[in-house]
């Protein structure tokens, strides 16, 4: 009696199989469709859910940060979104932690989100000739700002879907003297509309969002946007009145770091 009921109960419903010779290697791989798999795609900036769940019920990890003032440390959590679309902080029950039904949400691409621009950026640091000024982020060989010419980082585009062809420069310096009292992130691109007045005035009017590691960074309107002859455009956004700046900056100070920029202007 006591083998029928062991074989019978080997493999339950929704669990995965269980191997031991499969996890011997160095390199252990997360089963698809377990709960670690689960994991690993909802630190990569998937959304996942279980395969019985509501349409709306899935799952979204936070990445650790702390408040704008630096009062509060939020430390990094999953959240669950009920099959009312709300969302609130999750942990797994035992048969979450078994289960071999995990999915990836596949998310239909909206209107807004055809107009945007993706790609992976490596932010690497360059200090000055005079070794006064710090630059982070990606410089390319065709352009950048003018103050700093020289080759930084890498940037991968993923999906284009804007008139912009490339870009060239996504930056930020430390202020270099006392007479700049406030730090900005520049963004250079060569466009389809080269030095063309109408199209200047279209990007000072749009806001820039921009999203890396399941966050949303409001930029704003740019301070700046004009045509900078051999270097194209050339944007810059200020975190004088706009906190998500400085929290935008960090991202960039982040070197050696590969991370996907999901850019939407509205």
């Known amino acids: 009696m006591s083998e029928t009921i062991k074989t019978e109960n080997q493999n339950p419903e929704h669990e995965c199989p269980f191997d031991p010779n499969n996890y011997k290697g160095e390199q252990i791989v997360a089963p698809e469709g377990s709960f670690y798999w689960a994991l690993i795609q909802l630190k990569l900036g998937k959304k996942v859910r279980r395969s019985d769940w509501a349409d ?28 009312h679309g709300n969302w609130a902080p999750w942990q797994p029950i035992q048969e979450d932690l078994m289960a071999c039904d995990w999915v990836l949400i596949q998310e239909a691409i909206t209107p807004e989100e055809r107009e945007n621009l993706v790609f992976d950026l490596k932010s690497d640091m360059s200090i000055s000739s005079w070794g006064a000024q710090r630059t982070w982020g990606y410089i390319g060989e065709k352009g950048g700002p003018h103050y700093d010419p020289s080759l930084l980082g890498s940037l991968n585009m993923i999906r284009n879907n804007t008139d912009i062809k490339t870009v060239t420069a996504f930056v930020v310096s430390d202020v270099a003297d006392i007479y700049q009292k406030f730090q900005y992130i520049r963004f250079n691109f060569f466009s389809e509309k080269m030095n063309d007045l109408q199209y200047a005035s279209e990007i000072k009017e749009k806001n820039l969002q921009v999203t890396v590691d399941n966050v949303t960074y409001n930029l704003g309107k740019p301070t700046t946007a004009r045509f900078e002859n051999g270097l194209g455009w050339g944007t810059a956004y200020s975190n004088e009145q706009n906190s998500a700046v400085d929290e935008l900056i960090k991202v960039l100070q982040q070197t050696g770091k590969t991370k996907r920029f999901y850019c939407v202007w509205k």
Not at 56 to 79: A, C, M, W
Request: net charge positive; charged share 40%.
């Open 56 to 83: 709306k019920e899935q799952l979204n990890f936070v990445p650790r940060r702390t408040d704008t003032e630096g009062k509060f440390d939020y430390l990094s959590h999953i959240d669950k979104s009920n099959k």
